[in-house]
């Protein structure tokens, strides 16, 4: 069974412990690394390119967690960051996100909804709890058609499939497509995907 690789940043000895101690109860087996500030955190991500995931503290000393976010983008775009915050309201959530978060997570939470968020992560997705989510967002503005777009992104279609069923040309299915990325504040579909359910979008019928 392959071995998990998590890296926790934060300033705290007893939150690092007591983070490493749930992600024991992932189910299989983890190496998780820590350290106390960013700069130590860029060294560990460049010596072991093989992270799965970064837990990092919104609220660090010397560099805060929202500059740190930028730093691992540039340096390593596709490890996903799970931000935690002891104290989390709307505003952070939508920093955080806009930064390029994977996820949200208040550390007033409990230790189901802290692996429920790794998994989740971990699959590609992004973790925010519905009640930040719900304040953090308002709902998005976007043309008519640009809804029937998000239905059938919603059912699954792909952008051919979308064209073909709406009677669009494939650039035009990937500007309405574009202009939802940026409506709801997210960078892909299925970011896409996940905040217009939670947020009461359905799929439209599909046609026989």
């Not at 939508?94 to 699959?123: H, M, Q, T, W």
Request: aromatic share 4%; charged share 20%.
């Amino acid at each position: 069974m392959n071995k998990l690789k998590i890296l926790v940043v934060d300033d705290h000895a007893l939150v690092r412990e007591g983070l490493c101690q749930i992600l024991q109860g992932m189910n299989e087996p983890v190496e998780v690394l820590q350290a106390l500030h960013c700069e130590r955190a860029f060294e560990l991500a460049a010596l072991h390119p093989d992270l799965d995931l970064v837990l990092l503290d919104y609220d660090l000393p010397r560099m805060n967690g929202l500059d740190a976010l930028k730093v691992f983008g540039q340096a390593h775009p596709e490890l996903p960051i799970l931000m935690l915050s002891g104290m989390a309201h709307p505003q952070m959530v939508r920093k955080a996100l806009a930064s390029g978060a994977a996820g949200f997570l208040s550390k007033n939470g409990d230790s189901v909804e802290l692996l429920a968020a790794v998994r989740l992560v971990l699959a590609g997705e992004v973790y925010v709890p519905f009640d930040l989510l719900a304040s953090a967002k308002t709902k998005p503005e976007f043309t008519l058609r640009q809804g029937e777009v998000l239905a059938l992104l919603l059912d699954g279609r792909s952008n051919k499939e979308i064209s073909d069923a709406l009677a669009l040309t494939d650039d035009t299915t990937k500007n309405h497509v574009s202009a939802l990325l940026r409506a709801f504040d997210v960078k892909t579909r299925v970011q896409l995907v996940l905040a217009a359910s939670r947020q009461g979008y359905a799929p439209t019928a599909r046609s026989t």
